[in-house]
């Protein structure tokens, strides 16, 4: 249940929402005049945490749960709340070159997000595509036509990490459990990414 309020500035928010809950969940937003308000803390109901960066917890504006942008989902979200099928997800355990589909195409039955196990923390990076279609017609031009990598621990309610957008023909390394990904190109909408598995780096602790 979404209760749409008058504004009111003596309050500090825009949106409250609960996480998750009995039913019927409920949300509060007095910003009634910015939709990714709702989308953010309908998500709130929904079990999704925030979309965040590694420095702010609202960062990541490639998702409602991140700015309240109204967008769709990032791929983490999405793989988290079952809302692809296994076709469309694609586990990576060994180096290699990988084709994506853009994760706004609809009905693909290509993989559209690889994931990868972060040894060192139990979590998951999540990599995927991100194209300017449909509800993704505003989308930021800093997420478009590269590599999206996300982090989580890979159950809801979890918040999710923006760690990087990759453009073609650069790469993102994780030093610590050896993983480097690649953004090889994108032609349509279809990225070819390349992995490479290493070492880690070991520490003295």
């Not at 994760?103 to 972060?118: F, I, W």
């Not at 279609?133 to 997420?143: E, T, W």
Request: overall charge neutral; hydrophobic content about 40%.
């Amino acid at each position: 249940v979404s209760y749409a309020m008058p504004a009111n500035a003596s309050c500090g928010w825009s949106g409250l929402a609960t996480l998750g809950g009995s039913v019927p969940t409920r949300s509060w937003v007095q910003a009634c005049d910015k939709t990714g308000v709702f989308s953010h803390e309908l998500g709130h109901n929904l079990r999704f945490n925030h979309a965040a960066t590694a420095l702010y917890e609202y960062g990541d504006r490639s998702d409602p749960m991140g700015g309240g942008s109204l967008v769709q989902s990032n791929s983490a979200n999405r793989v988290m709340a079952g809302w692809l099928d296994a076709s469309q997800i694609q586990d990576v355990a060994t180096g290699g070159s990988y084709a994506i589909t853009a994760l706004e195409a609809v009905g693909a039955n290509t993989p559209q997000v690889l994931r990868l196990a972060k040894s060192d923390t139990a979590e998951t990076y999540y990599v995927s595509l991100r194209q300017a279609s449909g509800l993704d017609s505003a989308l930021n031009a800093a997420y478009l036509n590269t590599l999206s990598i996300h982090s989580s621990s890979g159950a809801l309610p979890a918040k999710t990490f923006l760690l990087a957008n990759v453009a073609a023909g650069q790469s993102w390394t994780d030093s610590v459990n050896g993983i480097q990904i690649r953004n090889d190109g994108v032609s349509g909408a279809t990225a070819a990414v390349g992995v490479a598995f290493s070492g880690g780096t070991c520490s003295r602790q």
